[in-house]
């Protein structure tokens, strides 16, 4: 993968898409479900860090942040992180919801993927390999688009933070209305008595 000249991130694609996903007769698990069950600990509680902490690398002097803020390219990723991940996951899920057989579960309301569409914005990993492979030719710019980077995912994880805890305060007044008063106050379609997050 190296030798050729296509990034080697390809090569963990193919060998996801090779994985067989569902169990054989007598198995309980798939190959891939037992895999990630393995690898998930190093791959989030290590690699994934260590990798976001040596990307972001980006320096906070004087003025570093409101150079980045005024290049169109770091202004345009932190509108994606927030605003493009946000209509991306929430419209993609009424899509699904709208256009095929899936279904919200009973006990969530629209409002609730608000919040966790928002989340979304947060993973900022996938983001700053895609700018460093975007602006290699640019070191300024790709400074710029890591400070993005993290101003979106941060201001991405502070309003799904502000959202969620109001969808938790709305569930819990529902809980504390009972059965009956609970309605519609989860917000933007039916929730069902309160056994919503808590």
């Not at 169990?23 to 989030?44: F, K, N, Q």
């Not at 605003?83 to 991306?88: A, I, P, Q, T």
């Not at 309301?109 to 390999?129: E, Q």
Request: no cysteine.
């Amino acid at each position: 993968m190296h030798a050729s000249g296509v990034h080697a991130t390809i090569a963990g694609v193919a060998i996801g898409l090779l994985t067989r996903v569902r169990p054989d007769p007598g198995e309980t698990h798939s190959p891939a479900e037992r895999l990630e069950h393995r690898v998930r600990p190093l791959s989030a509680g290590v690699a994934v860090p260590v990798f976001a902490l040596l990307s972001a690398g980006a320096p906070l002097a004087r003025g570093a942040l409101g150079a980045a803020l005024s290049d169109r390219a770091a202004v345009a990723v932190v509108a994606g992180l927030v605003v493009g991940k946000f209509l991306g996951v929430l419209g993609g899920a009424w899509l699904v919801a709208r256009f095929t057989r899936a279904e919200l579960h009973p006990d969530l309301a629209w409002a609730d993927m608000a919040g966790v569409a928002l989340l979304g914005g947060v993973g900022f990993t996938v983001s700053l390999l895609m700018g460093e492979l975007a602006f290699a030719g640019d070191p300024a710019r790709a400074e710029h688009v890591r400070l993005g980077i993290l101003v979106g995912s941060l201001l991405a994880a502070v309003l799904a933070s502000l959202d969620l805890r109001a969808r938790n305060a709305a569930y819990r007044r529902i809980d504390e209305a009972g059965p009956d008063e609970g309605g519609e106050e989860a917000g933007w379609g039916p929730a069902e008595t309160g056994t919503g997050p808590a």
